[in-house]
């Protein structure tokens, strides 16, 4: 690592071939920390570090007391119990209705002695020793203890055996011939079981990965030996997976997905030099910045990833820089002694990469200068990501079969069993790599879809559009003052679209009068000024053809009709009405969408609770200010669950952590109340965009926010509250077997053991078809729950509400109120950007 | 001995207010009590003094004073005439706070203002930022690309940060004299107070300006009508409005050619255009296209109206004597002090083409969009 900013000058020798540097502890020692770290060590924490700093990693395990232990942000999540407060699952938390169906996961027994215990030890140093690498490399050469199977941070030992001795000296020399003492005492035996034993297990499959010839890179491990190539495009893949270790319901196991690192067959040097035949020498630094800052590039000799922050054009690879131990050396011979690579390009500048710090402590950052010759670029770049065949090509391979990825995962587990060091390195452990795991899971029954005067069984629950094509959708009122605003050029197609439009809304028993049409320029502002004038107290909607899908159109009309002017707003663009043949299909989206947006209800599924209130929270990143947060809330307002009531605010936090829940219930209460004349008997929340390790902050912050204005409602007997976290991104995967072969689990599948997690009520559910590629199941985590309903009205009841998302005639992957909070947050966050008006709250408007 | 606080009414704050310019004039004031003899003709032309910090000024409903009317109409008056300024300094971003520079000052607009005018002036510049601080330029690239897309480095346009500071100072404060309150909404007052020290400092002209926040303006002209608070919510809804985002002539003409939505100098014709529609109707006064863009709405001129480079001060003098502004020119001698009388600097425009409209925009315009739309009552509210 070149041109670090802060030095340790205790660097004395190449530390990379001292043992101790694939420990991949993520722990850290208060006293010990080094200032400068390198960016192995770096990556190394950022694993536990990146994401929400809101709970403070002294929560986890009550037994750690004598050292901040920083844990990896997923194992937090698992120290937070919260099924065993609700005696209804305390026992079983398993549902019963359904068809049995054998599955296959991506899961792989791991199996330890019973007695299996952790010993974690304290190491201190005499004379103290600021370095790291140099704490480590002295330890793991000890030779008394060469023998155990360790892992080290340079202040906590773990090791699988215990020493004979609670304190032990160790005596022994630097490569300066200075003699160190170190004391290793035992502070802590862990059982299995502990989260801190999570961490280590994940730490041994590091290892044993780099011993397959895998890499780490962010989180995830790739095989940079054997890359997919996609020569036409410059383009390679390097195959991988992401990986994990956790105790599932009834034992340790170990987890695997296949995942692909994209990167570009060209270093930014070569990058450089195309560009510059390509524009002349005149602007080249302006534009050679334009092009690769931001970009994200990998150097091969470390497989490490870096942003380009900056291009430092004054520094050349002829000149020097400062090392840890004060001595001056050139980019030329640091790359030719540390890496053994000679660099070509002498004039080449060098890109400047801004590193994050790793504690929240506004330090100033540390620069790190790369060299573009060995820079390669990664990820696909938005001109990339626009260009069909690329983006076809590069789906071919990374979109696996559920037989690919299957097969995939076999071959791993194959290596990893076959790998001597692999093997060895288990053993030493006490570890025991077993074989795929294979459950039982149920595939719930289908559910009608209700419509005005029809009953309808789907053919398949993935799309019933062809089904419900001539049902009358429940309620909806007609459409008699409505505005069309639209540019000149698209004159033309109106005609044929409104008479569809109208054909399609009848057969659909919606009325859709003649609306007023508006010619105007083809500019934002003439749009604007146009809805400006014409909108008026008894419009009902405005429907804007749009003639690009430039973002000022869409932006400055969804916001002035949002907030300004409240009024239900449809933008269609120019190109879609031209599209003949599809014309009917068109209008029939389209009228869906507007008989939503002006209220309506398209159809419903049986819900055997009365007065029941579902809900929906999500949050979204701000484009504009990155310190603004979009917290989204959609409640259901009446109990067939087909009218929703639609809040949403702007939170200056960076956590997601939402803060206005209690006005957002009370809010909704009050809706309910208007309604139906009573309280609801029964509130379940599903709450979307947790991240890792957030889940205690939900617990203890949003969910007592619920409680409360769930309590002050007023009302003799309180409606009962059940708080859902849902996270559509999990490890797991089910496949059926069949015939031999593999396919996707099919829709309804439900999982709820062997999977799931003993200290937690959580089931799995997939309800997304997948016509290519393997469907993910989306996870469900009961965190709260008065309700008492039984495990599998819970999972029955979820999985009817994924039939109720108007947008779409089909299952979706989450509970319709989610995916509602999360149009409604990406609406304001992407145009929006302040709360919409309150006169829209009972409507879809952001469909 | 009795409470003496009770005793200190507005021209006691007044007082105190004045006291260290008058030290500054060298007059030997102490306390409040010195200071009188020199205040008492200032207090009796109050209508000349833009509002300051307006809450002070202002009676609370429960003490009010027994002569309701004629001190309505009188701070009336004074309100309508007060001038502000209303100032945006866009950055390329914000730079985390272990930097010594948090900001990179790109794009200046101000705008000067008054209730019965409308839009008497504006001022916008680009800026020169200097040096981005090594490694940090995608962060300020990303920053820029999210909101103004004023280029980093290499903008033809951008001035360096003394001339700009200048310039400013110019349009503000043209003459010597009061240096008057300059407003920005409160979400950017960090910014813009930072950006004026910094420009200061690189300039080495040494001038504290105080910036105020619009939203105690509107609570102060509200206050002062009506005698009571606005509620917060209301004066939000009030500035943040999303309408005149496209208006024409809004925006600056770089920014209006790549239809870009931000903008520095759209930001405070924007409040100008708020405070207009919101406030200004409260007072009786007829919006004329210096309130808000009227030309927008009559369907006879869509051709955007060019902004008129005022070249001397020429035309404002004759702008002044005109019959029209009579009003303007007896109810305040102080406002003629300030109107400028030597060479506007580069960036000084005023919209003299809109105040031609006075007094038949908005007619045409209601009659125009009669039918209860609801833009009227975005007019009349």
Request: hydrophobic residues 35%.
């Amino acid at each position: 690592m070149p041109a670090w900013v802060s030095r340790d000058p205790w660097r004395v020798s190449s530390p990379r071939t001292c043992p101790g540097t694939d420990r991949a502890l993520t722990l850290e020692s208060k006293g010990s920390k080094s200032k400068s770290q390198t960016a192995e060590e770096r990556e190394v924490q950022d694993q536990g570090q990146d994401g929400n700093k809101g709970v403070s990693s002294g929560d986890v395990g009550s037994t750690f007391v004598e050292k901040s232990v920083k844990i990896r942000q997923d194992c937090m999540d698992l120290g937070v119990c919260t099924r065993e407060k609700w005696a209804h699952v305390r026992d079983s938390k398993t549902g019963s209705s359904g068809i049995p169906v054998k599955l296959a996961t991506n899961l792989f027994n791991l199996d330890l002695p019973q007695d299996w215990q952790l010993y974690q030890y304290h190491v201190t140093y005499i004379p103290d020793l600021a370095s790291r690498r140099l704490r480590i490399a002295l330890l793991y050469n000890h030779s008394k203890l060469s023998n155990h199977a360790k892992a080290f941070d340079g202040t906590i030992l773990f090791l699988s055996q215990k020493l004979e001795e609670k304190v032990i000296e160790l005596s022994t020399e630097t490569q300066r011939g200075e003699t160190v003492k170190m004391t290793v005492t035992l502070t802590r035996e862990l059982p299995s079981s502990s989260p801190m034993c999570i961490q280590v297990f994940n730490i041994i499959f590091k290892k044993i990965l780099k011993k397959l010839s895998m890499y780490q890179i962010g989180r995830n491990f790739y095989k940079p030996s054997e890359p997919v190539e996609i020569p036409q495009h410059k383009l390679s893949l390097w195959p991988g997976f992401a990986v994990c270790v956790s105790h599932f319901e009834r034992s340790l196991l170990f987890g695997a997905d296949v995942s692909y690192k994209v990167l570009r067959n060209e270093t930014v040097l070569e990058f450089m030099t195309d560009l510059c035949y390509k524009i002349g020498t005149s602007c080249f630094t302006q534009m050679c910045e334009q092009q690769l800052i931001g970009l994200i590039v990998l150097t091969r000799y470390n497989n490490k990833t870096y942003r380009v922050d900056d291009i430092d054009w004054s520094v050349k690879p002829t000149h020097t820089f400062q090392r840890r131990d004060g001595s001056e050396i050139t980019y030329i011979d640091y790359y030719r002694q540390q890496y053994n690579i000679i660099l070509s390009d002498l004039n080449q500048p060098v890109l400047v990469s801004l590193l994050k710090s790793k504690r929240n402590d506004n330090t100033e950052p540390k620069i790190v200068h790369l060299i573009p010759e060995l820079c390669f670029l990664t990820g696909l770049a938005g001109q990339a990501t626009s260009d069909f065949q690329l983006m076809k090509a590069v789906a071919e391979e990374m979109r696996l079969s559920p037989l690919g990825r299957q097969q995939r995962l076999a071959r791993l587990a194959d290596d990893i069993q076959r790998n001597k060091d692999a093997r060895f390195e288990l053993e030493t452990w006490g570890l025991h790599f077993g074989s795929q795991m294979s459950l039982t899971g149920r595939v719930l029954p289908s559910e009608k879809i209700l419509m005005q005067d029809h009953v309808c069984q789907p053919m398949s629950a993935a799309d019933w559009s062809k089904d419900i094509r001539t049902c009358k959708i429940l309620n909806v009122q007609s459409l008699n003052k409505w505005l069309i605003v639209c540019s000149n050029r698209a004159e033309n197609v109106i005609e044929g679209f409104l008479s569809c439009l109208r054909r399609v809304g009848s057969s659909m028993g919606f009325n859709v009068g003649y609306p007023k049409i508006i010619k105007v320029q083809e500019n934002t502002a003439a749009f604007l000024r146009a809805i400006q004038q014409h909108v008026d107290l008894h419009v009902q909607l405005v429907m804007c053809i749009l003639p690009s899908d430039q973002k000022n159109y869409y932006d400055s009309i969804k916001k002035y009709l949002s907030s300004d002017c409240p009024v239900p707003s449809q933008c269609v663009l120019s190109r879609t009405l031209n599209k003949q043949g599809m014309m009917m299909s068109i209008a029939t989206k389209i009228a869906l969408q507007m008989s939503c947006k002006l209220g309506g209800e398209l159809w419903a599924v049986e819900i055997p609770l009365k007065s029941l209130m579902v809900v929906g929270i999500d949050t979204c990143k701000d484009t504009l200010g990155k310190q603004v947060v979009v917290v989204g809330f959609v409640a259901s307002i009446n109990p067939r669950i087909t009218r929703w009531f639609s809040r949403c605010i702007l939170q200056r936090t960076t956590t997601d952590i939402a803060d206005c829940l209690k006005v957002f219930m009370t809010g909704a209460l009050k809706e309910w109340y208007k309604h139906n004349h009573d309280l609801p008997a029964r509130i379940i929340v599903y709450r979307d965009g947790v991240g890792d390790g957030q889940l205690r902050a939900v617990i203890e912050y949003e969910v007592p926010q619920l409680l409360s204005s769930v309590a002050e409602s007023g009302s003799k007997t309180s409606s009962r509250l059940s708080v859902i976290v849902v996270r559509k991104k999990c490890l797991p995967r089910f496949f059926t077997e069949m015939n031999r072969t593999v396919q996707n689990a099919p829709v309804g599948t439900v999982v709820d053991s062997e999977a799931t997690r003993p200290e937690w009520y959580d089931f799995y559910l997939i309800t997304k078809a997948a016509c290519r590629g393997t469907v993910s199941p989306t996870h469900y985590n009961v965190i709260y729950d008065d309700n008492g309903l039984k495990p599998d009205h819970m999972q029955r009841l979820t999985f009817k509400l994924c039939h109720l998302y108007y947008n779409w005639q089909g299952l979706i992957s989450i509970p319709a109120p989610c995916q509602y909070a999360h149009k409604l947050t990406y609406l304001v966050a992407q145009s929006i950007h302040k709360e919409p008006n309150l006169e829209l709250a009972n409507y879809l408007f952001y469909l | 001995m009795p409470n003496r606080r009770a005793s200190r009414n507005a021209y006691y704050f007044f007082v105190q207010e004045k006291i260290p310019e008058l030290r500054r004039r060298g007059l030997p004031v102490a306390r409040v009590a010195d200071a009188i003899p020199y205040c008492s003709a200032d207090w009796a032309k109050l209508v000349s003094t833009p509002l300051r910090k307006p809450g002070k000024f202002i009676p609370k409903p429960c003490f009010s004073p027994p002569d309701m009317s004629s001190l309505s109409l009188k701070s009336d008056q004074a309100l309508l005439g007060g001038i502000f300024y209303f100032l945006n300094i866009y950055s390329h971003g914000e730079l985390p706070p272990h930097c010594e520079q948090r900001f990179l000052p790109c794009e200046i607009g101000c705008v000067k203002y008054s209730l019965q005018e409308g839009i008497m002036a504006v001022f916008h510049s680009f800026i020169n930022p200097g040096e981005i601080p090594r490694g940090f330029r995608f962060h300020c690239q990303a920053a820029s690309d999210s909101t103004h897309k004023i280029p980093i480095s290499n903008f033809e346009f951008g001035h360096d940060q003394a001339t700009v500071l200048q310039n400013f100072y110019k349009f503000i404060h043209p003459n010597l004299g009061n240096w008057p309150s300059i407003y920005c909404k409160s979400d950017d007052r960090a910014r813009v107070n930072w950006c004026l020290k910094r420009m200061a400092r690189v300039s080495e002209i040494r001038q504290d300006i105080e910036l105020l926040t619009v939203e105690d303006l509107v609570v102060g002209i509200y206050q002062q009508k009506f005698l009571k608070e606005p509620s917060k919510t209301w004066v939000r809804s009030l500035l943040d409005v999303a309408m005149w985002d496209y208006s024409s002539n809004t925006r600056c003409k770089w920014h209006e050619e790549h239809d870009i939505l931000f903008c520095a100098l759209a930001v405070c014709k924007k409040i100008a255009y708020c405070i207009s529609n919101s406030l200004a109707t409260l007072f009786g006064i007829q919006l004329t296209g210096a309130h808000i863009p009227l030309q927008d709405y009559e369907a006879s001129n869509s051709v955007t109206p060019k902004m008129v480079v005022l070249d001397a001060g020429r035309y404002w003098n004759q702008r002044v004597e005109s019959p029209g502004f009579s009003h303007f020119s007896c109810s305040n001698q102080e406002q003629r002090s300030n109107t400028p009388s030597d060479d506007y600097p580069s960036g000084v425009k005023i919209p003299g083409q809109n105040s031609h409209a006075r007094g038949r925009g908005i007619t045409r315009l209601l009659e125009s969009i009669s039918n209860s739309s609801s833009s009227i009552h975005k007019f009349s509210k």
